[in-house]
């Protein structure tokens, strides 16, 4: 099999095996809930920086929350609990054409951002997890600011012009 891409990219994450036959379940990270019916090769990862491993994936079913998995070569629920608590990742090139409101967050890192009075704050640096809560880095040459990534404050994406249109006027006081 050919060494993994470069560009990988999240599309769900590795619970447990389920069943007799090798299953594995995955609980998805892509906004298309049927994404698991036109998937063929994709790449394991158990920590970020390791070496991705390439699985070709055999069937695919689905409950109302999960994906279940079978993979080419691992047959029994011992052979894919090694797979247990990772992440399954595709190439950036298979990834779906999002629709119109949403954006994917790989992207937005880079992008320019513009309050609410036209002045440029900086760029994006990453988009942080905390919990319920993402919050958008963005770096102005002094210190960074943290913007929560909702509709409150972030209040346009646009992809093609690569700009965050954010309103912060509530955290003037604060920042």
């Known amino acids: 099999m050919n060494p993994p891409p470069d560009n990988l990219v999240l599309i769900g994450y590795t619970q447990k095996p ?18 698991h019916t036109s998937l063929g090769t994709v790449y394991f990862r158990k920590r970020e920086g390791e070496a991705p491993e390439a699985l070709e994936v055999r ?22 609990a090694r797979l247990s608590g990772g992440q399954l990742l ?13 954006v994917y967050v790989s992207d937005v890192p880079g992008m320019m951002v513009i309050d609410e009075e ?9 988009v942080l997890e905390q919990g319920a809560q993402e919050l958008l880095v963005v770096g102005t ?3 960074d600011l943290l913007i929560p990534w909702n509709d409150h404050f972030v209040k346009q994406i646009d992809k093609a012009a690569r700009k965050v249109l954010v309103d912060i006027s509530t955290l003037r006081g604060i920042l």
């Open 141 to 143: 040459g002094k210190q």
């Open 18 to 35: 389920y069943g007799l036959l090798g299953e594995l379940k995955v609980s998805p990270a892509s906004f298309d809930f049927e994404r």
């Open 118 to 126: 036209g002045k440029t704050l900086g760029k994006v640096v990453e």
């Open 90 to 102: 595709i190439p950036a090139e298979e990834r779906l054409e999002l629709p119109e409101d949403m």
């Open 59 to 80: 069937s695919t079913r689905a409950d109302a929350e999960s994906w279940y998995l079978k993979f080419k070569d691992l047959r029994t629920p011992e052979a894919v």
